[in-house]
């Protein structure tokens, strides 16, 4: 189900587990989204190190090198 056409939701993320790393969160992404999950290019952010952009069906999904995950609505 999406909402508001977005395949994330608010309390599905709030329901993610607490990753270590980057390599752990992909990881859980492409498992629980498979085919709709898309690897992303990488941007270096100042005082935060490397942010991935990665997407599930069109929707952003930003992954910081820790783990922390950050979906756009």
């Known amino acids: 189900m999406t909402y508001f056409g977005f395949t994330i939701t608010r309390e599905d993320?709030?329901?993610f587990p607490q990753f270590s790393n980057v390599t752990?969160?992909?990881a859980y992404?492409?498992?629980r989204y498979g085919d709709n999950y898309h690897l992303g290019d990488w941007e270096y952010v100042d005082f935060v190190g490397k942010?991935?952009?990665d997407d599930v069906d069109g929707q952003p999904v930003q992954i910081g090198e820790d783990g922390s995950v950050h979906v756009v609505y």
């Open 24 to 26: 752990e969160a992909r």
């Open 13 to 15: 993320e709030a329901n």
């Open 51 to 53: 942010v991935y952009f």
């Open 29 to 31: 992404f492409q498992k």
